[in-house]
């Protein structure tokens, strides 16, 4: 269980996550770091889900990545078909949110490759608290990285599964 949001305001991209790691109802870590940059593509993504599968899944996009001269669209669809029919990557649970500077998708196991509407992005067990309150953040002065940090703090007081150990990523 995690929360993470990812923000896209005035030209910056911003993805943000909680560091509490859980395991049923007890936390094992609270500094896990649940978001990547890709540097080379200047991508960022975060994970909800089993860390060992995020990773798995964080070394696909990178390769997709690279083998579609960084272009997310395409790397985003070829991944979620990979992890639709593949045997091994069937099994992995976990959904992520990822972005660069023209694109946000959430993909998913099922094969999804979601292009949310709006600029603000929510995944995981606070994702819709974060979500509601990134909504509302962006109507302010606020940047996107303060848009981020606010929304992971609030969905923290609302989910147990969230703490407010906020780790960011930005392009």
């Not at 080379?40 to 089993?50: L, Q, T």
């Not at 067990?125 to 309150?133: F, I, P």
């Not at 109507?139 to 007081?157: F, H, L, P, Q, T």
Request: proline share 1%; with cysteine.
């Amino acid at each position: 269980m995690t929360t993470i949001v990812l923000v896209r305001k005035n030209k910056e991209v911003v993805v943000a996550g909680d560091g509490q790691v859980s395991m049923g109802n007890t936390v094992v870590k609270s500094t896990a770091s649940k978001v990547r940059k890709i540097e080379k593509r200047d991508v960022v993504a975060g994970f909800a889900g089993s860390t060992a599968d995020a990773l798995t899944l964080f070394e696909r996009l990178e390769g997709k990545l690279e083998k579609h001269a960084g272009n997310l669209s395409r790397a985003a669809v070829e991944l979620a078909k990979d992890w639709r029919t593949d045997k091994y990557l069937r099994r992995l649970e976990a959904l992520m949110a990822v972005g660069d500077k023209s694109n946000s998708y959430i993909i998913s196991g099922t094969g999804d490759v979601l292009e949310p509407e709006g600029d603000v992005i929510g995944i995981g067990s606070g994702g819709n608290y974060a979500l509601a309150a990134g909504k509302v953040l962006m109507e302010g002065d606020m940047s996107a990285e303060e848009v981020a940090k606010k929304a992971i703090r609030v969905a923290a007081d609302i989910c147990v599964f969230t703490n407010d150990n906020v780790k960011i990523e930005k392009i």
